[in-house]
């Protein structure tokens, strides 16, 4: 199906466990982001992509690694889960200029749970 | 550090009122001030707001920018229980591809 989707939906783990959440979009968009949203703060960036290859550091990177491989695919890796890392994350694509220069689309959010 | 204040946090309004939703920000070389509505899941785009005094509308969602006051609202009219939701204001400045956002207003539309 065409779009941006998210997988899991839903995920608990552990603290200290690696947790990778998966993003993908069928529209070629060359920019795709990941947020985090969290109550009283927001939806805040934790990487984004300019393009296949290309990855950029945003407000709260620290503790999640990004990769970007081929256009389509955006995945974001927990690399040791804290608990401070449970939130629901939204993954978001848009086409050249990103956001500021074209709407924005959102996936359906991964709710990420750490035990 | 750019930043994006909404007002109020929260609004509970009757069905048919009219709304209007604030938005102030500080940012850096600005270039857009863009609005989404969230309802339980993803945030949905609303409007893109690059110049200042042009109304954008669709339906009975209204939107205006004063980049002069670094301010943009939202208005809703005739509201209707679908209108309940967050709605976000998000600000990017020129050269930067990520979008700062405000907290949210959250409607909530009664009967």
């Known amino acids: 199906d065409a779009g941006i989707t998210q997988s899991p939906r839903y995920k608990i783990t552990e603290t200290g466990r690696q947790v990778t959440l998966m993003c993908h979009q069928t529209?070629?968009?060359?920019?795709m982001f990941w947020y985090r949203q969290d109550l009283g703060h927001g939806l805040r960036l934790i990487y984004y992509?300019?393009?296949?290859?290309?990855?950029d550091k945003g407000e709260v990177p620290d503790g999640y690694v990004v990769s970007r491989s081929k256009t389509e695919n955006f995945p974001l890796t927990l690399e040791s889960a804290t608990r401070s890392q449970t939130s629901v994350y939204f993954c978001?694509?848009?086409?050249?200029?990103?956001?500021?220069?074209?709407?924005?689309?959102f996936g359906q959010g991964t709710r990420l749970t750490v035990v | 550090e750019d930043k994006v204040v909404q007002s109020p946090l929260s609004l509970v309004v009757h069905e048919g009122d009219t709304v209007t939703l604030n938005c102030s920000y500080e940012?850096?070389?600005?270039?857009?001030l863009l609005w989404y509505k969230q309802e339980k899941k993803a945030p949905t785009f609303l409007f893109m707001l690059t110049s200042s005094g042009i109304e954008k509308k669709s339906g009975r969602l209204s939107s205006i920018l004063d980049k002069k006051e670094l301010f943009s609202i939202l208005n809703i009219t005739a509201t209707q229980t679908g209108d309940s939701a967050v709605y976000l204001c998000a600000v990017a400045g020129a050269g930067s591809y990520q979008l700062t956002f405000g907290k949210g207003t959250k409607l909530s539309v009664i009967p």
């Open positions: 978001a694509s848009s086409g050249r200029g990103g956001h500021g220069n074209t709407e924005a689309f």
């Open positions: 529209w070629s968009h060359s920019y």
């Open positions: 992509s300019a393009a296949a290859d290309i990855t």
């Open positions: 940012v850096t070389n600005f270039r857009s």
